[in-house]
């Protein structure tokens, strides 16, 4: 006879599964959730020790703190997931400080209905991008709501890091005379989730640019330790971020159209469906401003990472009071660069 | 980009550019009412206007399906999602235009209403056939361009038998507008119009050809080139407007000769006429009761018409008050004369629809060229 008592005495059934309110109900079956799919994939020695907290020593210095929530539709897309999207969000959002991030927390609102499939490739995902940003989530929390109040999965994410001596990355501080550079192709993101939306579906090979940028960004602090200003241009695009970062600094900003790097599927896409390439979004990304003494040690520095392969000099700050974003068109006019209104909306003809 | 590239070239640009330049009599004015949203869309867009000696002005014409639409459509498609619970589909662009009461579909949306973004009217229909127990209303807008695609989607209905599906016809018709703006100088109240000459409809004219323009040389004396929706399109056509002008000449001539012929698409032209009648007038925002300038869906196919379905009544509500869109849309004000564009309009929180859609005159003037001090410019030597 068998005198082992298992602690879960029927087994999380991932495959045909699906997730019900007792799941979040914060009882036995909440445990055997956790156990059984989040922390067997995010496993860390912090995770292991089950607290309602994580507890961990920190380095003298100055520490960010980042949090973002992640919604998006379809949950899995052309190069990438909710999953790793909700990893490599909130480390870039970390790492556009110049910090290396160090830890991150994941709660997630699941919606009754779910398949447990889904939800597993969905974790097993965030735990490969957080191994391989060398970034572990260290605490976690799981609430479900009722069918027909969520999406499928919500998450929110949040992250600690720790910044280096002498870093003073800010959106305050753009100066006329400094330069613009970008990482690399923009507009690849949105387009990846649009073309696999099931209303639009359009045959292409654009992969989102889902990916953690602090790696980048640790060699571009080394070359550069005084860099200006660092954002990755995620929701709203290039021209959104630049117009945030033109506001928060009081300046102006003159941008080279030509010079920015732009995918041919990308521009294709966006030509066809009416929209402006520099509002779609990105997740591996960012603008960098910087002394104009810096711009060239900078770009070497990007396009020598994997992840700056394509990086640009696209513009140059300028003095305006107004903080309008302006272009030279490659067509040899000159047009404003606004802040998005709304959300980009197809056109009719 | 093949077919695209090649139209947005800056040294083909500068080409034009000097031979406008060389063409134009600097003792005159040359005003050229670009027709359509999409011509104003380019010109700001890629800065035609500067590429353009400073006597040359492109007056903004009424070609935004958005915006002319009048406010009493708007109330009716809002009327049909909230008092007959139907799910409405609808381009993107219509969901921002402002109802009576500041009402709008986003914001009906927002309160439960079921409204639907749709990129096709086959996703209309796929919608309809999805939910057999709801009634399906395609909230159809747009000129002559997108007519073709709503007869296909009520011939396809009929082939179904599909009958919760039913179109709320708004298709208006280019050249009873032109004709609108150049009889308009007429009518009292409203600021004249002084126009010089056309830049054409591009795709519409891919569908009913460039002949329907002909009148106007004819009756009005005014000079029309079809133009494509491409900068340098638009430049060629300038030029081509401003040769016609100085020789003294005044025809139909046709620069977008890639896409249009002089009859148009017969084939569609034929679907058309089998689906769609002429109306006997239709209000348009800006111009008013227009004779025979939009469509109606024949009784043959009344079963697919939501006019009739749900007995809907024709409103006619006012513009907000101080609201110059009447004026933009004939050519008659600039965006920036009239006192509520920058103030209390702007594109987050549009008072009149010339603010709405990215192709209506006041949100271009707004997003790419509102008044400004240009700052003092410092080249970039891009690093390629």
Not at chain 1, 88 to 103: K, L, Q, W
Not at chain 2, 80 to 95: E, N, R
Not at chain 2, 118 to 140: C, E
Not at chain 2, 241 to 252: A, K, M, P
Request: aromatic fraction near 6%; glycine fraction near 10%.
């Amino acid at each position: 006879m068998n005198t082992v008592i298992r602690r879960f005495p029927m087994r999380l059934d991932v495959r045909r599964g699906t997730v019900d309110m007792t799941h979040g109900s914060g009882g036995h079956a909440t445990a055997q959730l956790i156990e059984a799919l989040f922390v067997r994939h995010l496993d860390n020695e912090i995770l292991r020790q089950a607290n309602d907290q994580a507890a961990f020593d920190v380095s003298a210095g100055r520490m960010v703190m980042s949090t973002d929530s992640h919604v998006v539709s379809p949950l899995f897309f052309p190069g990438g997931d909710i999953g790793a999207l909700a990893v490599h969000g909130t480390i870039n959002d970390v790492a556009m400080s110049g910090a290396h991030p160090r830890y991150l927390s994941a709660a997630f609102i699941l919606e009754e209905g779910f398949p447990l499939a889904d939800l597993e490739r969905i974790v097993a995902s965030m735990a490969q991008a957080a191994s391989k940003a060398g970034v572990p989530v260290v605490t976690g929390d799981t609430k479900v709501v009722e069918r027909g109040k969520g999406d499928g999965v919500f998450i929110t994410t949040t992250a600690v890091g720790v910044v280096p001596d002498g870093v003073k990355i800010s959106g305050n501080r753009a100066q006329p005379g400094d330069v613009i550079l970008v990482s690399g192709t923009v507009g690849d993101h949105g387009v990846a989730i649009m073309s696999s939306r099931e209303n639009l579906a359009f045959e292409t090979c654009i992969e989102s640019d889902s990916a953690a940028l602090h790696e980048l960004v640790a060699a571009m602090v080394a070359a550069a330790p005084d860099i200006h200003c660092l954002r990755d241009p995620t929701r709203g695009g290039l021209a959104t971020t630049l117009n945030e970062l033109a506001q928060q600094s009081g300046v102006g900003m003159l941008l080279q159209e030509d010079a920015i790097p732009v995918r041919s599927e990308v521009a294709a896409a966006c030509e066809l469906l009416g929209l402006d390439v520099l509002y779609v979004a990105n997740e591996g990304k960012l603008v960098c401003i910087c002394a104009p003494g810096d711009a060239l040690c900078l770009l070497q520095v990007m396009r020598a990472h994997p992840l700056g392969r394509q990086a640009a000099i696209i513009g140059e700050v300028v003095a305006d009071v107004q903080g309008f974003v302006q272009m030279e068109t490659a067509f040899g006019g000159r047009r404003i660069v606004d802040w998005l209104v709304g959300e980009q909306l197809p056109r009719i003809c | 980009m093949k077919y695209v590239d090649e139209f947005r070239q800056h040294h083909l640009a500068q080409k034009l550019a000097a031979a406008i330049g060389r063409e134009v009599d600097s003792a005159r004015e040359y005003r050229l009412m670009e027709f359509c949203g999409g011509h104003t869309h380019a010109i700001f867009r890629y800065g035609v206007q500067d590429l353009m000696p400073c006597n040359v002005e492109f007056v903004h014409g009424p070609g935004c399906p958005v915006c002319v639409l009048p406010i009493g459509r708007i109330d009716n498609a809002i009327h049909l999602v909230k008092q007959h619970d139907v799910i409405l589909c609808t381009y993107g662009d219509m969901l921002r235009v402002p109802g009576s009461g500041r009402q709008s579909l986003l914001k009906v949306k927002a309160a439960g209403g079921d409204v639907r973004m749709v990129y096709s009217t086959l996703d209309a229909l796929r919608i309809a056939r999805d939910n057999p127990g709801r009634q399906v209303v395609f909230f159809a807008i747009g000129f002559e361009t997108t007519t073709p695609p709503t007869a296909v989607a009520i011939r396809q209905a009929q082939a179904e038998g599909l009958t919760n599906f039913t179109v709320f016809c708004n298709h208006v018709l280019t050249p009873a507008a032109m004709r609108s703006i150049l009889e308009s100088p007429a009518v009292p109240g409203m600021a004249p119009v002084s126009i010089d000459g056309f830049l054409g409809p591009a795709h519409v004219s891919a569908i009913i050809g460039s002949r329907p323009y002909e009148f106007v040389p004819a009756e009005f004396r005014r000079p029309v080139v079809i133009a494509g929706f491409e900068p340098l399109d638009v430049m060629q056509s300038a030029l081509m407007l401003i040769r016609q002008l100085n020789e003294g000449r005044c025809e139909v001539e046709n620069e977008y000769t890639r896409v249009v012929n002089r009859r148009g698409n017969v084939k569609a032209q034929a679907l058309v006429a089998e689906v769609f009648e002429l109306c006997h007038a239709f209000e348009w925002r800006g111009l008013g009761l227009v004779a025979h300038s939009a469509l109606r869906i024949k009784d043959a196919f009344g079963v697919w018409d939501a006019e009739r379905r749900f007995s809907i009544a024709g409103v006619s509500a006012p513009d907000s008050k101080g609201c110059e869109c009447p004026s933009v849309l004939r050519g008659a004000r600039k965006p920036a004369e009239c006192r509520l564009f920058g103030t209390v309009c702007t594109p987050e929180n549009p008072m009149g629809a010339c603010m709405v859609s990215s192709e209506g005159a006041c949100a271009a003037y707004w997003s790419y060229g509102r008044l400004r001090q240009p700052p003092v410019a410092i080249k970039v030597e891009a690093v390629r």
